[in-house]
């Protein structure tokens, strides 16, 4: 279970107020915000990233940074770097770089649907696959806690709507906790096994919505429009 109580200003500027929520083991939880509203700055105080006032705590102890993956909004590849390359960066920063850590590294591109394209350069990849990369570079520290910024934000719609189905497929078998960062409500919908849903800067918690909707999930359907609805009226709140 990781417990999160944050508050965070800039220079006196409050931006996250209070912002509190729990999230158990395996779940998979999207935080739904408008711009400007504080979701980047509460993922990297998760992550580690950012000091701020309150207290994160994981099954009742202090988090380790090191069981955190972390999916950016922009892909942030090295240019100058392959795709497997790119992936098993993270890991050459800890240590001396395997066998091991390489097939792992393999495994995960083929789980995010790259195989044959380890040793492409990130310009010869599409935007889709370059987000491929980030999250496959996530995944390969074998997080317990998987932190997404708003991955598929800059993809097409066809896109997005695959990179989500997979998305949730490898969720479905990987079962790791994931804290995913959005402000589509449709994509919050499809994902989530439970909604937050901010306030408008400086940001609380406006409401919570368990999504319990059977997979795969139907975005035409009535109950998916009316969860749908049900987050919109949230966010409407101030
Ligand atoms: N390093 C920083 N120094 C000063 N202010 C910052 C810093 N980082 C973020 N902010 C401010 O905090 C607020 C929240 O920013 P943040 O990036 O967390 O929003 P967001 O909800 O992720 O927005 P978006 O949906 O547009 O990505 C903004 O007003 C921003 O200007
Ligand atoms: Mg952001």
């Not at 990781?2 to 779940?27: R, T």
């Not at 949730?168 to 804290?179: A, G, M, N, P, S």
């Not at 909604?195 to 319990?212: M, N, Q």
């Not at 009535?222 to 409407?236: D, G, H, I, P, T």
Request: charged fraction near 30%; hydrophobic fraction near 40%; charge should be neutral.
């Amino acid at each position: 279970m990781l417990e999160i109580s944050v508050s965070k200003s800039f220079n006196g500027f409050k931006v996250i107020d209070k912002v509190e929520f729990k999230v158990a083991s395996g779940e998979f939880v999207c935080v739904v915000g408008e711009s400007g509203c504080g979701k980047t700055t509460l993922l990297r105080i998760i992550a580690g990233l950012e000091s701020f006032e309150g207290e994160i705590t994981y099954n009742g102890r202090e988090i380790n940074r090191k069981s955190i993956g972390f999916v950016f909004q922009d892909d942030r590849l090295l240019p100058w770097k392959t795709t497997i390359e790119n992936v098993l960066f993270g890991i050459g920063i800890r240590k001396k770089i395997g066998e091991e850590d390489v097939e792992l590294a393999r495994r995960v591109l083929r789980d995010v649907g790259l195989r044959g394209f380890e040793n492409h350069y990130p310009k010869e990849l599409s935007g889709g696959m370059r987000q491929r990369v980030g999250l496959a570079r996530a995944i390969v520290i074998q997080p317990e806690i998987l932190l997404m910024d708003e991955p598929f934000s800059s993809l097409d719609e066809i896109t997005r709507e695959k990179m989500q189905e997979e998305l949730v497929e490898l969720w479905e078998k990987e079962k790791k906790t994931v804290i995913f960062v959005t402000h589509s409500i449709e994509e919050a919908v499809f994902l989530a096994t439970r909604v937050v849903v901010l306030t408008p800067r400086p940001s609380r918690v406006a409401g919570e919505i368990v999504i319990d909707l059977a997979r795969p999930r139907d975005r035409t359907s009535a109950n998916f429009n009316r969860y749908k609805k049900e987050v919109l009226e949230l966010l409407k709140l101030k």
